[in-house]
């Protein structure tokens, strides 16, 4: 067996190194979505990140309680996918 073109029993390191393993989504910052006229309002909270989607503004908070977001809009847990690109979106 070979993962990422790899041997997982004799280059476990190197492996490690490439991948990552989240067995608690529960950790993963959250995202929501808010109409225009709460978005000023979520910005003000400090997001991660912002983009637009259909009218709408979607961000991702990592810090914010979920209570107080909700308060805002509609709270969900954010992807792997989302939160990489909002953290490697922030890096540029």
């Known amino acids: 067996m070979r993962v990422l073109g790899l041997d997982p029993w004799t280059q476990r390191d190197r492996l490690m190194t490439e991948v990552c393993f989240i067995a608690d989504v ?3 910052p959250r995202w929501m979505r808010v109409t225009p006229e709460k978005a ?3 910005r003000a909270l400090k997001p991660l990140s912002e983009r637009q989607l259909f009218g709408r ?3 991702i908070f990592d810090t914010v ?20 690109v909002a953290v490697v979106g922030g890096l540029t």
């Open 26 to 28: 529960a950790v993963l």
């Open 40 to 42: 000023a309002e979520a």
């Open 57 to 59: 503004s979607l961000f």
């Open 65 to 84: 309680a979920r209570d107080r977001l909700a308060l805002l809009g509609e709270v969900r847990n954010a992807g792997l996918a989302d939160v990489f």
